[in-house]
């Protein structure tokens, strides 16, 4: 327990240093300004704060969502990788830590910068609330959502990171595998024919991250992300230990 | 200390280590030599956990590096041949990132960063601890990589080239700092420079083509290469048969090969095991009334005999492949 936390504490502090981990923390939460104030025309988002509208996150939040597709994988994917391609795969290895503790500790690392990007989001949760009142509910379940959310598709990028010593294919990996729990399963609900869209429903995450978005707390969303979250850890610690058995 | 038993590792198709076997005693220097691509580095990462063995079996005080690998990770500090390190961190900072990893306390992790610092030579300039890792140059890296491993105390150290690219100064500290470990911890380290381990360890290993080619003490190892010992003298004074007929008469005298320069006769004579004639030599040329200007015994140098040996070993690697293609 310790060990992990000592593990996700030195990549936390990493991502502090990281420029590409400020770039894309950065663009993520300017995407939210504009979508906050202006909206997205192209995909009909309508901006949130606009008077005479609802004082409600919900369009933000979709959109927050749906960028983590691109944006985590790209924090996610230095975590191994980098170890592996620096060859401090090696001394990490060699210390006494289990695979286990490695990657969970990984995993919490991303977590936690995460959910300061969403704290950092916050902001603009304050800005509605002063001139408006914002259902204290939904603001809530959004942001557990978020969190759940960002956990499944964060430990996709930590797996798709274990794969490979080149960090861009680790990201891109990471993007295809997100893209068909989100994009791939949308289409599929929506063109395919009978027992393909009812299978399609359920890998749908971003309809699971609806629910939440609209403040109703759904356990099968949350089963859903928990369930993905924990497989591709579990992939991931197999794929670290298979190094001592090819 | 630490038992190796018929160790081999295939890479996919290459055989970088071919069941090689040997034992090291607690508180000994291992040096393990051999030329390029010889399998030390491999070796030293199935020792240390890192990569899994294809086959045998390999114990450290007792116990297996497959089945205990947590107790014999606790027990190792092992610095890697290129010395990896993490650039945004710094020098202080991995230490301690380090010690937390091993279970040092809080309350005892500063005072092993300053040891180790000490013993490492990273203490000297005042700001060393605070520079970061990615600024280092490649011989205070090396001096990092060296007190990450002491951290913690280890009673078994495995080094993967640790001289390399230190300056000669460094060098010399660092093999003084090696030889002060003997007793207390039990050190393997591998090189390619033999005039380097020579002095620094107690067991010499050898190995080439992913055999051992030869063990032993330095000292039994050079025993082994000087053989029957050659005796150099340039004389003047007779010609060359004359020469030859009067050295044969030297007790101990085995073989004598002559050449000459002008009037001065170069003789080569080998001679005996530990024979050392020169005195003989020297008599003679007295009684004949030559004049002598050169008298040496040469010895083989170690270097020469790694040289060959390795040379062989490749030579029978080679024949041994073809063979197996035909
Ligand atoms: N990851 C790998 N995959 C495939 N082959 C490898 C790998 N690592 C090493 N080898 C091969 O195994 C053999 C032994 O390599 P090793 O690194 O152990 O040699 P070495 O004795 O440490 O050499 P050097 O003195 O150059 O460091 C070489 O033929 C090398 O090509
Ligand atoms: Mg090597």
Redesign the pocket.
């Known amino acids: 327990m310790k060990k992990m936390l000592t593990i996700a504490q030195r990549e936390l502090a990493g991502y502090f240093f990281s420029p590409l981990a400020y770039g894309v923390g950065a663009i993520y939460l300017l995407c939210c300004g504009i979508v906050f104030f202006h909206g997205l025309d192209a995909f009909g988002i309508p901006p949130v704060f606009e008077t005479g509208r609802e004082p409600t996150m919900r369009p933000l939040f979709e959109m927050m969502a749906s960028a983590t597709v691109v944006v985590l994988p790209l924090l996610t994917m230095r975590l191994v990788s980098e170890e592996f391609s620096s060859g401090t795969i090696e001394t990490l290895m060699t210390a006494p830590i289990s695979d286990a503790q490695v990657i969970i500790g990984k995993f919490l690392s991303v977590l936690g910068f995460f959910a300061i990007l969403l704290a950092a989001s916050l902001f603009y949760v304050i800005l509605l609330s002063i001139y408006g009142s914002p259902d204290a509910g939904v603001t809530v379940s959004g942001y557990l959502g978020l969190l759940l959310l960002g956990g499944a598709f964060i430990s996709v990028g930590l797996f798709t990171s274990t794969l490979t010593g080149h960090q861009l294919l680790a990201a891109i990996l990471a993007m295809v595998i997100l893209s068909v729990f989100t994009a791939l399963a949308w289409a599929v609900v929506a063109f395919a024919p009978q027992p393909w869209n009812v299978i399609a429903v359920r890998f749908n995450a971003l309809s699971y991250f609806r629910d939440f978005a609209r403040g109703v707390f759904d356990t099968r969303g949350l089963v859903f992300f928990l369930s993905v979250a924990v497989f591709f850890l579990y992939l991931s610690i197999k794929m670290l230990e298979s190094r001592r058995w090819r | 200390m630490i038992d190796v038993k018929n160790l081999t ?1 295939w ?2 198709r ?1 055989l ?2 071919d069941g090689i076997s040997f034992h090291v005693e607690r508180g000994s220097i291992v040096g393990f030599l ?12 199935i020792l240390t956990c890192y990569l899994p063995a294809t086959g045998g079996k390999v114990t450290i005080a007792n116990h297996d590096i497959f089945t205990e690998s947590m107790e014999v990770r606790r027990m190792l500090g092992y610095m890697p ?1 290129s010395v990896p390190l993490y650039p945004e961190m710094r020098v202080v900072e991995y230490l301690n990132f380090r010690a937390r990893l091993r279970d040092i306390p809080g309350s005892r992790r500063q005072a092993e960063i300053d040891r180790v610092a000490e013993r490492c030579w990273l203490s000297k300039p005042e700001n060393m601890l605070r520079r970061r890792l990615g600024e280092l140059s490649r011989g205070y890296k090396q001096r990092v990589g060296l007190a990450d491993v002491l951290l913690h105390n280890p009673p078994v150290l495995v080094l ?2 640790p001289t390399i690219g230190l300056d000669p100064a460094q060098i010399r500290s660092m093999r003084e700092l090696i030889q002060s470990l003997a007793g207390e911890h039990t050190v393997i380290l ?1 090189s ?1 420079i033999l005039a380097e381990v020579e002095q620094t360890c107690t067991h010499l290993i050898i ?1 080439a083509g ?1 055999r051992i080619a030869a063990t032993g003490t330095p000292g039994e190892l050079r025993d082994r290469v000087t053989g029957p010992s050659r005796i150099i003298a340039e004389v003047r004074g007779e010609d060359e048969q004359a020469t030859v007929q009067a050295a044969k008469t030297i007790r101990g005298a085995k073989e004598i090969q002559v050449s000459s320069q002008g009037n001065w006769r170069r003789l080569l004579i080998s001679s005996e095991q530990d024979a050392d004639i020169r005195g003989e030599v020297f008599k003679l040329a007295g009684q004949k009334g030559w004049q002598l200007r050169e008298l040496r015994r040469e010895i083989g140098s170690l270097e020469d005999f790694f040289v060959q040996i390795t040379y062989e070993q490749n030579l029978q690697a080679g024949l041994w492949k073809s063979a197996a293609r035909a």
């Open positions: 590792k890479y996919g290459v970088a280590v051999g030329p390029n691509g010889a399998g030390k580095s491999t070796t030293l990462k041949e993967d080239e591998s390619h190995i992913g």
